[in-house]
């Protein structure tokens, strides 16, 4: 079946404008992560969703970022007043549930690129 | 000090070797451990979990983990040109039901 996507795969924008990342779930999973990661970094969690609401959103840097999931499948990373310091590759992950251990494998997107000049 | 610590690397093996690659997690309280490996320009892909103390096999792969040592490593036997990746430990903790928290990962590159 269909894995997990994401658009743009690139996304080139100016410091100070806003951006958005779309990420579509494998279907029938209920979980969904935004990472971010940096060159030579491993992936950094920013958010969790279980369904529409954001379970843990304890890694968002700052303000600037918000996400949303408002029908519990489609996601969208919403980044305000884009800086320099946002360039990384955001990558979404999808699992069936979150709780239990068999089921809880997060499968990974192909991730979108974000530059700011 | 990192909450999930990998040397960087590279690690470079002669194809047909054994790999081996280490990672210490400092949170006590976690529960569950994963080894994800990473071409270049790729997404993360899972290749093993672990959540007990011991060995788990899958093929060529081997997970071990001993939580008092707070210490999980993967063996890569028979390695191939096509495991040269960037291989990431990623660890799940109580504290944290959703959150997974990955290690910088080790740069593996497989000598023909």
């Known amino acids: 079946g269909a894995g997990v996507s994401q658009t743009p795969s690139n996304k080139v924008t100016e410091k100070g404008k806003y951006v958005e990342l779309r990420c579509d779930p494998i279907s029938g999973h209920t979980a969904l992560y935004w990472y971010r990661q940096s060159l030579g970094q491993g992936p950094e969690f920013l958010i969790y969703?279980?369904?529409?609401?954001?379970?843990?959103d304890s890694g968002l840097p700052n303000d600037r970022f918000f996400a949303v999931r408002p029908e519990g499948s489609v996601s969208t990373l919403k980044i305000q007043r884009t800086e320099r310091g946002d360039s990384a590759v955001y990558l979404c992950?999808?699992?069936?549930?979150?709780?239990?251990?068999?089921?809880?494998?997060?499968?990974f997107g192909p991730g979108t690129r974000l530059t700011v000049l | 000090q990192k909450e999930v610590e990998q040397n960087s690397g590279p690690l470079s093996v002669p194809e047909g070797a054994i790999a081996s690659l280490n990672c210490t997690y400092s949170d006590r309280g976690s529960q569950s451990f994963f080894w994800y490996r990473q071409y270049s320009g790729k997404s993360p892909e899972l290749i093993m979990s672990i959540y007990s103390n011991g060995d788990k096999e899958d093929g060529r792969f081997t997970a071990q983990l001993n939580k008092a040592s707070q210490y999980v490593s993967l063996l890569i036997r028979d390695s191939q040109p096509s495991d040269s990746a960037t291989y990431l430990c990623?660890?799940?903790?109580?504290?944290?039901?959703?959150?997974?928290?990955f290690g910088s990962g080790t740069r593996l590159s497989i000598r023909p």
């Open positions: 990623a660890v799940k903790s109580y504290s944290s039901a959703s959150k997974i928290i």
């Open positions: 992950a999808s699992s069936r549930t979150s709780g239990g251990t068999a089921t809880d494998t997060q499968y």
């Open positions: 969703f279980q369904g529409t609401g954001a379970a843990d």
